[in-house]
């Protein structure tokens, strides 16, 4: 008895072998960087790690399919090489020999893609699902909205113009009181009197400072008058 499911087994695990294949329709390959994402700090692929690998396959489809009781024997590898890459397809918990459709297998790893990545220690890039774009990280929205970083820096030009036009009128006041103050100035000094004449022995009266008076002539003046 114990010998015929055995048999059974060994049986249905090579046909389960025979549905992973490279280039399998429902199948996709992966490739880990791990000493390009890790340095030297990268761990050994083993066959402990491929079992992870497995267990948390199944863990995304079960996420994926509620109700569905993936178990890590539904997760069929084949095709590995040393660099770390190999193919891998889908069963149904109910049905060992038919393949869950491609379409399902990538949702569910879209799903669960950070939960499969954090598991590695990899990301989008170093632990690559062929043939499934790398997810993008959610847009993180500013701390401050756009519109009012815009209006700040309206509002901060605006404040900024209004200060120049202040200064400039004031200075410009200031100059102008400087130079009627230097006008006022001027006026003054040209008001100031002339100093009165000097009158003469004779009776004549010299102008000063209009022109040089002749001594010689008032001295000539005085004799001819005498």
């Known amino acids: 008895m114990s010998g015929k499911v055995i048999f059974l087994l060994s049986v249905a695990l090579s046909s389960a072998q025979q549905l992973c294949t490279p280039?399998?329709?429902d199948g996709y390959k992966v490739r880990l960087s791990i000493r390009t994402a890790l340095g030297d700090n990268a761990y050994v692929w083993s066959q402990n790690e491929l079992f992870l690998f497995r267990a948390t396959l199944a863990f995304a489809m079960r996420n994926h399919f509620d109700g569905q009781d993936f178990q890590v024997a539904n997760i069929i590898v084949c095709d590995e090489t040393p660099r770390v890459s190999?193919?891998?397809?889908?069963?149904?918990?109910?049905?060992?020999t038919r393949l869950v459709d491609g379409g399902e297998v990538e949702q569910a790893?879209?799903?669960?893609?950070?939960?499969?990545?954090?598991?590695?220690?990899?990301n989008d890039w170093t632990l690559e699902f062929v043939g499934i774009a790398p997810t993008l990280a959610a847009s993180q929205l500013p701390a401050t909205p756009p519109?009012?970083?815009?209006?700040?820096?309206?509002?901060?030009?605006?404040?900024?113009?209004?200060?120049?036009?202040?200064?400039?009128?004031?200075?410009?006041?200031?100059?102008?009181?400087?130079?009627?103050?230097e006008?006022?100035?001027?006026?003054?000094?040209?008001?100031?009197?002339a100093p009165a004449p000097k009158p003469l022995k004779n009776g004549s009266v010299r102008h000063e400072p209009s022109g040089v008076s002749n001594i010689a002539f008032s001295d000539d003046e005085r004799v001819t008058q005498m």
């Not at 190999?86 to 060992?96: K, L, N, R």
């Not at 893609?113 to 990899?122: T, V």
């Not at 519109?147 to 820096?153: D, H, N, P, R």
């Open 147 to 181: 519109w009012l970083i815009a209006f700040g820096v309206v509002m901060g030009a605006v404040g900024a113009g209004f200060i120049i036009l202040v200064v400039s009128a004031a200075v410009q006041k200031r100059r102008k009181k400087k130079e009627n103050v």
């Open 86 to 96: 190999f193919w891998f397809v889908v069963t149904w918990p109910d049905d060992a």
């Open 23 to 25: 280039g399998a329709s």
């Open 109 to 122: 790893i879209r799903k669960s893609r950070k939960r499969i990545n954090s598991a590695f220690l990899l």
């Open 183 to 193: 006008d006022v100035a001027e006026d003054e000094d040209s008001d100031v009197e």
